[in-house]
């Protein structure tokens, strides 16, 4: 018995022995790993993230989708489109699954590229062996051509199994030929301009943020797994510009441009009340009878007005008191000197009306109306003018807007026959688009509103902002100078430079102006023929100004022959309602069916997450409702849809992004 304790005694005592012996090297170990940690967390985590993590990892800006940008009624002008680049992963693609597929691939490659097939073998052969991560197959598919080239023999496997990589890129494009790059504009590393710049703060996302994974000295992977930061997409934007009216104006502009073989024009088109900027065409010549919409000559460029201005001469006479109905002028015989300026008419002599001084365009009668009674004290004058808002810079959303420059008595180049020149529209310069915000003043019985371009912004389906017009100047003259000039420009156009523009259907009111600029220069003359005015003029809805830069002499070069023509037409044309580019079988007895025209108010609904059947119906009606419902879409066009992705009844996830394409 004491043998079988002894034995068991010194069992026990190795045994322990070996315990402590093992839990003190587990114990060193253990304290030697955390020593470890202690080391790199402290002393070596700049080197190690030096060596390792900055050189294999970076964080890399991951897009946001631009907003839309919307015509007025829906249709939309500019989007962001989804491009796809594909690169291929030869080490991850499986080697038996590239063997036994690679045939049918280079034959499906060969036909989608019009490539032989040899090409594509030879490159994949080579970059198999190399087992490139990373190789750039094609840059920049669309929709389509994407998802026809992800279901090809080993790419339909996947990333993980066939090699096949997406690259995901947005890129801005314009969505109708109606308005062009000068008026849609762009916010780029070029700068901002037009509709894209002023509203960039609504249509510009926040980027996100993911991770890149070096893959050799030039190239890095994205892992699409790993984002740091989600994007958030821009809201959209809807303008105030009606396609309508635009295609009108653009028409009309264009058609007399080439017919008066024009270096370039402009019409802006504002509605009366509100200042809401209907349309705005900017048209510059690029070859013979060939004109582009690239410049927003209307906002950016400041030129000496011409006769347009003097209504803006003689309404400050007609609110101080100094003309009324019954005032007469004496033009003599259509030339006059004043302070050693020569002045003269293209319109004969005699005496006028003060309404006839505008209705016959007379340079002579409105510098004597002006001069006799502000050569003393012009800054009274020139006051007027400044209460207008003439002299201010216009504050509106649209970058590159140009600064009015008008000469004053504290200017160097001031002298005595400087008020004259004033009157009929010389020594001063403004934009297009100031001119047309104070005609439109006075066709809203003397209240200025200021112009907008923007009517509301969106995100999801939700209103976040809606514009109200905002007024500049709350009475510009009394009532009687307002409704004095207003009857003055409607005779104008019933018996004066505009008569030829006259139709007893609809009552305009207008001025003609003719400027020659350079004047200064050797060489044939050049002129800007422009027209400025409103309609109905006994109850205005609509302003509108048109100009036309350089018209050939031999031709025309006078406002009321070369610009008053379109005006009519656009006025005609958008307050008449004459239907425009209607079916052929929608005409009956030459009467428009404008049932067949109008689609019902049909109703998007997602049943059983089944992807509704949308084909046919009109995008502006149904891509809101998908938004509202939470699906993010991607279109391409105006009008019907025409195709859409996913099918009609297949399952749709939660967050879906549904692809349409519409009729153009």
């Known amino acids: 018995m004491s043998k079988q304790n002894n034995d068991y005694e010194k069992k026990r005592s190795k045994a322990l022995r070996w315990g402590y012996l093992f839990a003190l090297v587990a114990f060193g170990l253990f304290t030697i790993f955390l020593v470890?940690?202690?080391?790199?967390?402290?002393?070596?985590?700049?080197?190690?993230?030096?060596?390792?993590?900055?050189?294999?990892?970076?964080?890399?800006?991951?897009?946001?989708?631009?907003?839309?940008?919307?015509?007025?009624?829906?249709?939309?002008?500019?989007?962001?489109?989804?491009?796809?680049?594909?690169?291929?992963?030869?080490?991850?693609?499986?080697?038996?699954?590239?063997?036994?597929?690679?045939?049918?691939?280079?034959?499906?490659?060969?036909?989608?590229?019009?490539?032989?097939?040899?090409?594509?073998?030879?490159?994949?052969?080579?970059?198999?062996?190399?087992?490139?991560?990373?190789?750039?197959?094609?840059?920049?598919?669309?929709?389509?051509?994407?998802?026809?080239?992800?279901?090809?023999?080993?790419?339909?496997?996947?990333?993980?199994?066939?090699?096949?990589?997406?690259?995901?890129?947005?890129?801005?494009?314009?969505?109708?030929?109606?308005?062009?790059?000068?008026?849609?504009?762009?916010?780029?590393?070029?700068?901002?301009s037009g509709l894209e710049g002023a509203f960039s703060k609504y249509l510009t996302g926040t980027d996100g943020k993911r991770l890149e994974q070096r893959i050799n000295a030039s190239q890095w992977k994205p892992i699409d797994y790993w984002k740091v930061q989600e994007p958030v997409d821009g809201e959209d934007v809807y303008t105030t510009l009606d396609l309508r009216i635009q295609d009108i104006a653009h028409t009309a502009l264009e058609n007399q441009l080439i017919n008066f073989d024009a270096d370039h024009g402009c019409v802006v088109v504002m509605e009366t009340q509100t200042g809401k900027v209907r349309a705005m065409v900017n048209l510059r010549r690029t070859e013979p009878g060939i004109y582009v919409d690239a410049y927003n000559f209307a906002v950016k460029d400041a030129q000496e007005p011409g006769s347009i201005i003097k209504t803006m001469s003689i309404l400050a006479a007609m609110d101080d008191g100094f003309v009324d109905e019954n005032t007469k002028v004496n033009i003599g015989s259509g030339s006059w000197t004043y302070a050693g300026q020569l002045i003269t008419d293209g319109h004969g002599g005699g005496t006028y009306d003060v309404s006839d001084v505008l209705a016959k365009s007379s340079n002579v009668g409105a510098a004597k109306i002006i001069t006799s009674h502000y050569a003393d004290k012009p800054e009274?004058?020139?006051?007027?003018?400044?209460?207008?808002?003439?002299?201010?810079?216009?504050?509106?959303?649209?970058?590159?807007?140009?600064?009015?420059?008008?000469?004053?008595?504290?200017?160097?180049?001031?002298?005595?026959?400087?008020?004259?020149?004033?009157?009929?529209?010389?020594?001063?310069?403004?934009?297009?688009?100031?001119?047309?915000?104070?005609?439109?003043?006075?066709?809203?019985?003397?209240?200025?509103?200021?112009?907008?371009?923007?009517?509301?912004?969106?995100?999801?389906?939700?209103?976040?902002?809606?514009?109200?017009?905002?007024?500049?100047?709350?009475?510009?003259?009394?009532?009687?100078?307002?409704?004095?000039?207003?009857?003055?420009?409607?005779?104008?156009?019933?018996?004066?430079?505009?008569?030829?523009?006259?139709?007893?259907?609809?009552?305009?009111?207008?001025?003609?102006?003719?400027?020659?600029?350079?004047?200064w220069k050797p060489g044939p003359r050049k002129y800007q023929a422009s027209f400025a005015g409103f309609y109905p003029s006994d109850n205005p809805k609509y302003t509108c100004i048109v100009m036309i830069n350089q018209p050939d002499t031999s031709k025309g070069f006078y406002g009321g022959s070369v610009s008053a023509p379109v005006f009519k037409e656009i006025a005609g044309k958008t307050f008449l309602k004459t239907p425009l580019n209607v079916e052929k079988e929608l005409l009956v007895e030459h009467k428009v069916k404008l049932d067949k025209m109008i689609e019902p108010n049909r109703k998007v609904s997602v049943e059983n997450r089944q992807m509704p059947n949308v084909v046919g119906m009109i995008g502006k009606n149904a891509i809101p409702q998908l938004e509202n419902l939470g699906y993010r879409v991607d279109f391409k066009g105006v009008g019907k849809i025409m195709e859409q992705f996913p099918s009609a009844g297949a399952t749709i996830g939660k967050n879906q992004r549904i692809y349409l394409t519409l009729q153009k």
């Open 380 to 519: 009274v004058f020139l006051d007027h003018w400044r209460r207008w808002k003439m002299f201010d810079k216009m504050d509106i959303e649209l970058p590159g807007i140009a600064k009015p420059s008008i000469q004053t008595p504290k200017s160097k180049r001031w002298n005595k026959a400087t008020l004259a020149s004033l009157s009929y529209g010389y020594s001063s310069s403004f934009s297009l688009l100031q001119l047309t915000t104070f005609y439109n003043g006075v066709a809203n019985h003397g209240k200025m509103v200021k112009p907008l371009f923007i009517d509301k912004v969106m995100k999801d389906g939700k209103v976040l902002y809606e514009a109200k017009p905002e007024v500049l100047v709350n009475k510009m003259a009394s009532d009687k100078a307002i409704k004095m000039m207003t009857d003055a420009l409607t005779k104008a156009v019933e018996k004066g430079t505009a008569k030829s523009i006259y139709t007893p259907n609809l009552k305009i009111a207008g001025k003609t102006g003719t400027a020659r600029f350079e004047y």
């Open 36 to 192: 470890r940690i202690l080391i790199l967390q402290n002393t070596n985590v700049e080197e190690f993230q030096n060596n390792y993590i900055n050189k294999n990892y970076r964080e890399a800006t991951l897009k946001a989708a631009r907003g839309n940008l919307y015509a007025a009624d829906g249709s939309i002008l500019a989007t962001t489109v989804m491009r796809y680049d594909i690169y291929l992963d030869f080490k991850t693609m499986r080697d038996t699954i590239y063997q036994n597929n690679i045939g049918e691939l280079t034959d499906s490659l060969s036909l989608m590229f019009d490539k032989p097939r040899s090409y594509f073998r030879a490159k994949f052969d080579e970059q198999k062996k190399k087992k490139n991560q990373y190789y750039s197959l094609v840059k920049g598919l669309d929709f389509d051509e994407y998802d026809r080239i992800r279901n090809f023999p080993i790419f339909k496997k996947g990333k993980n199994k066939g090699g096949f990589i997406v690259d995901r890129n947005y890129k801005r494009e314009l969505a109708t030929t109606q308005i062009g790059a000068g008026t849609i504009g762009a916010d780029n590393e070029n700068g901002k």
